[in-house]
């Protein structure tokens, strides 16, 4: 949220900085007079006066904010999920964490990608699906039932967890253990036993296919956006952290996501009905997600089933941005 306001190493009210981050220049501008402001930006992550054991840099700041009746905002990243200590005028946004874990002062922050429908396919409205029999779900990524692959993403957890039981050991934020590409082909061979359900799924061995060169990283960039345009319905499960960025890469090509739900922390989650665009699977009905994508389709209008696409693509390009973020932190 502070890219827009810094340049070359300085903080700056750049009005082409802004722009080309994406944030109206004429809606936000950086004060020196802290009695000018509406809102206060965290300039580093949270990890990071946490890490640099700083977090009383975070305390002085925070009784600043209740001294000017303000609120702070913050970011925390990293797949993992720690739960940090909290003030009662700061606000965390994040992409992964837990809700059950958490408290409300921990919201969900977008994952930011640019428009790839708009510079692959050179169009900025999309072409909904028409209503078919049978649904088709797509998935184009990294899936495997491999047993090493299995172990080797345990262990990953394992040492997460051993670390923060040595920091507290009766602390309550322990990160879930979770195989990703594994559970992904579980869910994948779900959908292809299913004779309610047609796919379209590229299995790939390795996160973006292994592609090193620019020739080849362009090449399964346009496979993976093609294969969720050529799709109803998008498996969206989470990877090394508790988020999915296919979930918001589904909602740009204006498809509809299947959210199986991990405990995960969605934006906006005050003003959205999350449950009008997705698909929602929770995670204990997953051996069910065949059946419940089936029934979804069976019962959606055909009318709807085009809104639906239209919908999803406009709530990626007119509210999940960092524009509407930076919207939403004024109100």
Not at 112 to 127: G, H, L, N, P, V
Not at 130 to 146: I, Q, R, Y
Not at 166 to 186: C, L, T
Request: charge should be positive; charged fraction near 25%.
């Amino acid at each position: 949220m502070t890219r827009p306001f810094f340049k070359e190493g300085k903080w700056v009210d750049d009005a082409n900085e802004k722009e080309r981050r994406g944030v109206n220049p004429d809606n936000f501008h950086l004060v020196e007079n802290i009695d000018l402001a509406q809102i206060i930006l965290v300039p580093f992550s949270i990890n990071f006066y946490y890490a640099e054991k700083k977090m009383q840099d975070l305390a002085t700041l925070n009784l600043l904010c209740k001294e000017k009746n303000l609120i702070a905002y913050g970011y925390v990243f990293d797949d993992f999920g720690i739960a940090f200590q909290e003030f009662s005028n700061i606000v965390y946004f994040r992409m992964s964490g837990f809700r059950s874990q958490l408290s409300d002062k921990n919201r969900g922050l977008p994952v930011a990608i640019s428009d790839q429908f708009q510079r692959i396919f050179k169009k900025e409205d999309i072409t909904p699906n028409p209503k078919n029999e049978l649904p088709v779900v797509s998935f184009c990524g990294h899936a495997s039932t491999s047993l090493s692959k299995r172990v080797k993403e345990i262990l990953i957890f394992g040492r997460e967890n051993m670390k923060r039981f040595f920091q507290n050991p009766i602390r309550k934020d322990w990160e879930p253990y979770f195989a990703s590409a594994f559970e992904r082909a579980k869910l994948l061979k779900a959908f292809e036993n299913s004779s309610l359900i047609k796919t379209n799924f590229i299995y790939r061995n390795q996160y973006r296919a292994g592609a090193k060169s620019a020739e080849d990283l362009e090449r399964t960039t346009i496979e993976y956006y093609e294969n969720i345009l050529n799709s109803d319905y998008v498996l969206c499960v989470r990877g090394a952290g508790n988020f999915s960025v296919r979930f918001y890469e589904t909602l740009m090509m204006g498809r509809i996501p299947i959210f199986v739900n991990t405990d995960c922390i969605l934006p906006f989650e005050d003003q959205i009905n999350w449950r009008n665009h997705v698909v929602w699977v929770e995670w204990k009905d997953r051996k069910n997600i065949a059946k419940i994508v089936s029934d979804f389709h069976k019962k959606i209008t055909d009318e709807d089933f085009i809104n639906k696409q239209i919908n999803n693509r406009k709530l990626w390009k007119e509210t999940l941005s960092l524009n509407n973020l930076m919207q939403f932190l004024n109100k």
